[in-house]
């Protein structure tokens, strides 16, 4: 029996390292991660912090640790009791502050998907109710608790390669620097997961379609902010801009970080915002008061919000969300055989899109004789959204759906253009089948729909051959059944 050799905490300290092995404890068992610690989802340096002692304290702060799952994997590890058993463990993971606590209230209508960091995306029927998500809807991504950053006392820092240091207050960079505004749409690259996870496992919040949406940016350009530290277009020294936020691991101290190519931060037609309001309002808490960084086309984990400091750099981030997260891989490597240096950070990410009403699982009555579909479709670097076709019989025929008008500021659907930044709403009624000569009738409606973008892209048919252990990136075509009445 793997519980039965007592050992005291003292011991247990003693393992911290590869060479001395890792040991941790949760609740009164005693176990071994040794081999573990390489394939956690959550990186080796999270992982590292419990070595000689309690998982219990991060695991609080790090709530997606409460679930079964979790308490599955590590059970193979145990290797022995805490002396003193429950009693001298429930001393131990005494508890800690709540670092959420002042976390800002959220709009019921959200799902939410986690609450600590809170997660929550916006259900489908309202996103295609309107080509603007209204503020209070749109989806929330956090890694971290939510940092509460005053709006006066606010101080924005530009220090790296090829530039003098600049620090710049709210009030000097609206007075400073022309105001843009940008209609954009902001993606999780785990938006779509849920599909993906129904195929296998993925780690990552179970996202289905909403988390996605789109709102009228406005701020100071990126570039020229930049430009007045003295950054050259051609300086050799610098090829990625880093962004820190202000938001921080209450247990690491690390940093949510990302960066973007250069080009990508200087060019006069992408429009990479400094933004401080989102439709016309000030930026939330929740979405990154009193300043973010907004680009266009490229997947969300690069829009850092709060933002800290801007750092030219001759390399990418360094951060865990640059470097060992948002990529995919070929779907045969998991988490035991992944290595990350292997594949490059997701920036734009490929062309996709959703029905968003009606809702799975709606029952249809044949009697309506017609369905009407809503949903958008949308595709990373500027490329427009050029027609979306929709099917009621899982593919086997299709019809194009009527693209919608953009949202104000957007370039119309339809165009072979690059700066389409915005998503394409579209509609689509179509007629219901039948019952054939003998009554026969299918029982449910394959709803499909998929969406080309400007280049032409498409998006495959099955999830399977692009399945990968994070669950980024689902772009397949997107299906939904409904029950189908007579
Ligand atoms: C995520 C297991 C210890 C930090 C995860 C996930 C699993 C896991 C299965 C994926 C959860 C999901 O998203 O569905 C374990 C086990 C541990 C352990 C078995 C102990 C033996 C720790 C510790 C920390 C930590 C000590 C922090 C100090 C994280 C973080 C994530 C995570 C931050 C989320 C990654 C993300 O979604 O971006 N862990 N974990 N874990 N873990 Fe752990
Ligand atoms: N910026 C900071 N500082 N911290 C974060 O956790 N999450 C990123 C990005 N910027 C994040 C961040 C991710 S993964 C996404 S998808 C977007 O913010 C989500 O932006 P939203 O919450 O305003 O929708």
């Known amino acids: 029996d793997q519980g039965r050799l007592i050992l005291t905490r003292e011991e247990v300290a003693k393992h911290k390292t590869p060479k001395d092995r890792i040991w941790v404890t949760y609740k009164e068992g005693v176990y071994d991660i040794t081999e573990f610690v390489e394939m956690h989802p959550g990186g080796l340096s999270k992982i590292m912090l419990a070595a000689g002692g309690s998982v219990e304290p991060f695991w609080s702060l790090y709530q997606q640790h409460r679930k079964p799952e979790v308490l599955q994997i590590l059970e193979p590890y145990r290797i022995g009791t805490l002396e003193g058993g429950a009693a001298a463990a429930a001393t131990a993971s005494a508890a800690v502050a709540d670092p959420y606590a002042s976390d800002p209230a959220r709009h019921p209508a959200f799902i939410a998907r986690s609450e600590r960091p809170y997660n929550g995306e916006t259900p489908g029927t309202l996103l295609a109710a309107s080509p603007i998500t209204p503020n209070e809807i749109f989806f929330v991504r956090n890694h971290l608790p939510v940092p509460h950053v005053d709006a006066t006392s606010y101080k924005l820092t530009v220090e ?7 620090e710049l207050s709210l009030d000097e960079l609206k007075s400073r620097f022309r105001k843009h505004t940008v209609t954009a749409t902001i993606q999780c690259s785990g938006n779509r997961r849920n599909e993906m996870s129904r195929v296998k496992a993925v780690k990552g919040l179970a996202w289905d379609q909403g988390a996605i949406g789109t709102a009228v940016w406005g701020g100071v350009r990126l570039r020229d902010v930049l430009k007045a530290a003295g950054l050259s277009e051609d300086d050799p020294l610098v090829r990625h801009i880093q962004f820190e936020g202000y938001d921080k691991d209450p247990a690491s101290g690390e940093i949510y970080g990302a960066s973007i190519p250069l080009h990508k931060a200087l060019s006069l037609h992408d429009d990479v915002l400094l933004a401080y309001e989102m439709n016309g309002e000030p930026l939330s808490a929740d979405h990154g008061a009193p300043l973010r960084v907004i680009v266009p086309g490229v997947t969300g984990a690069r829009s850092v919000k709060w933002l800290r400091r801007i750092i030219p750099s001759a390399s990418e981030s360094s951060s865990h969300w640059q470097q060992r997260d948002y990529k995919a891989f070929s779907p045969n490597v998991d988490w035991d055989n992944v290595e990350w240096t292997s594949a490059p950070a997701l920036q734009e990410p490929p062309v996709t899109s959703a029905i968003c009403e009606p809702a799975p699982g709606t029952p249809v009555s044949v009697s309506d004789g017609e369905i009407t579909l809503r949903g958008y479709a949308w595709s990373g670097g500027g490329r427009g959204i050029i027609r979306v076709d929709v099917s009621t019989d899982g593919g086997a025929t299709w019809t194009a759906a009527k693209l919608l008008p953009p949202p104000p500021g957007a370039p119309p659907p339809g165009s072979s253009y690059t700066g389409a930044w915005a998503w394409t709403l579209w509609e689509a ?15 449910t409606l394959q709803l499909v729909c998929k969406a080309v973008d400007s280049s032409y ?10 399945w990968n252990l994070r669950g980024i990136v689902n772009n397949a075509w997107h299906r939904i059944s409904l029950p189908l009445e007579p």
């Open 160 to 166: 790296g390669e090829g530039t003098r240091s600049l």
């Open 429 to 443: 009624t179509l007629p219901l089948p039948k019952p054939s000569d003998d009554g026969n009738l299918p029982s």
């Open 457 to 466: 892209n498409n998006q495959p048919d099955a999830i399977a051959p692009i």
